[in-house]
């Protein structure tokens, strides 16, 4: 294993393990809309180390685990940890901005980093297969918009727990940061450039209608 991937991981592990047991640590590093506004942005990022539970923990990890070496391989170390605390950040403030009027709104979890290094990795890798439950395998970029588009419905119908505002946060993050960092993917994987831009658009035309 790569030794900053490692490290992301051994301290997520860690500061997780933390707070499991821990309920004032766990409650002063969480993603909370009242803390963050009052000025506790520091949140915005320590809340992406901590998780619900050993489940949530393992999932993100093991996604991080599978889909991170992708990224390395093709940009290096340091252009990884740019995708990964860039989209960190970046779920979170699509977080704050779809809930900034929820003072009570609490989150954690890496989930949205993860998410951008995943997205990051289907640029590179868009044929590449993911694993479904570990069981069943799909495309790639199948899994990226399929994702996005599901992530949209979890936003609109808010009928379960799943923090889908940083996940989708974090899939522009990897998204952007990755065409930064490789313009050339523009008209080299133009029409997987497109196709992951799609649902994209679609939120915000969602969200300026008022429909989310």
Known sequence: ????????????????????S????FRKYEFHIGSIRAGEHLRMITSGFLH????????????LFFFAPVVITYLGTIHFVIIYFGSLISGSLLSLYFHKNDYYYR?????????GVLYSAILFDPDGKVGL??????????????????????MR????????????????????????????????????????????????????????
């Open 157 to 212: 119908t808010r009928t379960d727990n799943i923090g889908h505002t940083a996940h989708f946060g974090g899939a522009i993050g990897g998204y952007a940061i990755t065409l930064a960092q490789v313009p050339s993917m523009l008209y080299e994987n133009t029409l997987m450039v497109i196709l992951l831009a799609i649902p994209i658009i679609l939120l915000f035309i969602l969200e300026k209608s008022g429909k989310l």
């Open 52 to 63: 619900a539970d050993f489940t949530h923990l393992i999932f993100n990890m093991l996604t």
């Open 107 to 115: 989150a954690v979890g890496a989930s949205g980093a993860v998410i």
């Open 22 to 25: 821990d309920q004032a640590f």
């Open 133 to 154: 439950y570990f069981v069943i395998e799909i495309p790639n970029y199948i899994f990226g918009i399929g994702y996005l588009l599901y992530s949209i419905y979890g």
């Open 1 to 20: 294993m790569h030794p900053v991937l490692l490290i992301i991981i051994a301290v997520t592990a860690i500061f997780s393990y933390r707070g499991f």
